[in-house]
């Protein structure tokens, strides 16, 4: 009888929850004071977490700006058929929230390489060179003698943490090769490239994929796209078997990371598709080389037509974290939607917003695999892009329609997106005026977002990105700073690298179960309440109902 009531109860509160979930409460001023005291007592009751941070997670959005990051919102809210305003991204969730200047020791705005060396390596550098300081003269490969700089990826390897890295894009591209490479141009990704490049000094300098397969035993997990850049162009490549390889020195990359591996008496595992990402054990597995795609890999809404089929970004991510937690001392990993970038250069807004709600999945998952109290994830952007959102739209327009208040008509009279770019490939005349796209299908995944200038490749942004951070340390992230800033942050809280004399006053932080924390633990402390109430109430409810 108590369970059959217990089972009524439970029912109830159910319906009831649900029904709670689906009605909003009216907007007026009482809704908007009460949620700003609860931000309030939220902030003060928010504790310093000074431990010291196991693992550390860096999620880079390429070219995410702040404009993306409020455009991806809305998108993802209204995907979920909501209005999409008042929605949340995972990371935007995090305490902790800065701004980091992105320019380049020569640009006012910036280029991925030298951005990434920056929050990698700690110094910021020259546009377009990777993992040098800024005495480098780009494109120079003598200049590159005593310009080299480590990153965090070997401070965590000396500290015997392992490290990974996953990306959309090729794994030799910008950001994640200034985790592990030297060069004196971004672009030298294979031995042709760096020849081309520099034809009476290349013999000074190695090209990316070579620096990453000889010079990187140690990275745990590489997963990304870029088989062109390993393989000889003698060879065909798996999926695509009308292109070969782009390598002119006869070296197969991947087979030669493959026999190092043997050699070395290692659980390995080189993986190029789906079917064989889902079958990699992480159990079983120590290093994994995974290239999903001749070039990049699909942008995220194209992922579905892939031949051989590739993994989500959160796929990735997932598969990534399990493997490198096995190590007792922790982990670095470096997480890339780089995409998001590619989008929005080829002014195709759709894509760029599609990819950055897939790198909001993966930091999700993150979280949901990690504690706050013994790692430290960082969400940011390299740089930002001239991306727009204008017009005095309506609450709940699609971010991807036309601007519909009359307050904010255009001079010529016809309609335009809330979306648009400062310059870029979407620049469009008609018989001498703008495009008129009253009959455009603007939603349309290939179309492209007007442009004042007409350029063929949208640039990048100069203004700051932001940073969100959660896990040990993570209020050193507040405020305005250089970007490089953000590798030291990350090295302090992990106590690697050069500044670790804090190190020895702090005691390691108690440990949880994954994916649990003190918000978490207060949670569970409620639920016990209730359901002691419930209890409580049923038993009182049996003796009653017994007596009749």
């Excluded at 949620?35 to 880079?60: C, G, M, P």
């Excluded at 969730?93 to 280029?111: A, E, M």
């Excluded at 020195?249 to 008496?265: F, M, P, T, V, Y």
């Excluded at 942004?461 to 507040?478: C, N, Q, R, S």
């Amino acid at each position: 009888m108590l369970g059959l009531h217990l089972l009524n109860v439970v029912g109830i509160l159910v319906t009831v929850w649900n029904g709670l979930s689906l009605e909003l409460e009216p907007q007026l001023g009482s809704f908007w004071n009460k949620a700003a005291q609860d931000e309030i007592t939220k902030r003060l009751t928010q504790k310093q977490n000074t431990n010291i941070a196991k693992s550390v997670i860096l999620f880079v959005g390429d070219g995410m700006g702040v404009t993306t990051v409020t455009a991806a919102r809305i998108y993802m809210g209204q995907l979920n058929s909501r209005t999409g305003e008042e929605s949340t991204l995972s990371f935007e969730r995090f305490p902790i929230v800065g701004l980091s200047k992105t320019y380049n020791t020569d640009q006012q705005t910036s280029d991925s390489a030298g951005t990434a060396t920056a929050f990698l390596s700690g110094v910021k550098t020259k546009a377009g060179v990777l993992g040098v300081d800024d005495q480098i003269i780009r494109g120079n490969c003598s200049s590159q003698k005593d310009a080299n700089v480590d990153s965090i990826i070997q401070w965590a390897e000396k500290a015997g943490k392992s490290t990974g890295i996953v990306t959309t894009t090729r794994i030799t591209h910008a950001t994640p090769a200034a985790g592990y490479a030297h060069s004196a141009h971004r672009d030298w990704e294979n031995d042709a490239k760096l020849r081309k490049g520099d034809p009476e000094g290349y013999q000074n300098c190695t090209d990316i994929a070579r620096q990453l397969v000889e010079n990187n035993h140690h990275i745990e997990v590489l997963m990304g796209g870029g088989r062109r850049n390993f393989l000889p162009n003698t060879s065909s490549d798996p999926e695509h078997i009308n292109k070969n390889g782009s390598r002119e020195d006869a070296r197969d990359l991947i087979q030669q990371w493959q026999d190092k591996k043997a050699r070395d008496g290692t659980n390995y595992k080189y993986i190029w598709n789906k079917t064989e990402f889902d079958n990699l054990d992480p159990a079983r597995t120590d290093f994994v080389l995974g290239l999903f795609e001749f070039d990049h890999m699909q942008y995220s809404a194209n992922r579905g037509k892939d031949i051989a089929g590739e993994p989500s970004l959160a796929e990735m991510t997932q598969k990534a974290i399990k493997i490198l937690q096995k190590n007792d001392k922790g982990f670095f990993l470096l997480v890339e939607g780089g995409r998001i970038d590619h989008g929005h250069h080829i002014g195709k807004a759709k894509y760029a917003l599609s990819d950055t709600v897939a790198f909001d999945e993966a930091v999700a998952k993150a979280v949901s695999m990690t504690d706050e109290k013994d790692t430290l994830i960082v969400a940011t952007a390299d740089h930002s892009h001239v991306f727009t959102i204008g017009g005095y739209s309506s609450r709940g327009r699609p971010i991807l329609g036309t601007a519909d208040n009359a307050q904010a008509q255009a001079m010529d009279g016809k309609p335009y997106t809330s979306l648009l770019y400062a310059n870029g490939p979407g620049f469009a005349v008609v018989n001498g005026s703008r495009q008129n796209i009253t009959d455009v299908d603007i939603e349309d995944l290939d179309y492209k977002q007007q442009s004042a200038v007409n350029i063929d490749y949208e640039t990048h942004g100069g203004e700051d990105v932001a940073v969100y951070a959660k896990g040990p340390m993570e209020h050193l992230l507040t405020g305005v700073y250089e970007q490089n800033y953000i590798a030291h942050v990350m090295a302090y809280a992990a106590c690697i690298g050069e500044n670790k004399d804090h190190c020895k006053n702090i005691a390691p932080p108690t440990q949880c179960p994954p994916g649990t924390s003190g918000s978490s633990a207060l949670t569970t402390m409620t639920y016990l309440a209730i359901f002691f109430y419930i209890c409580f109430t049923l038993f009182f409810m049996e003796r009653s109902w017994n007596q009749f």
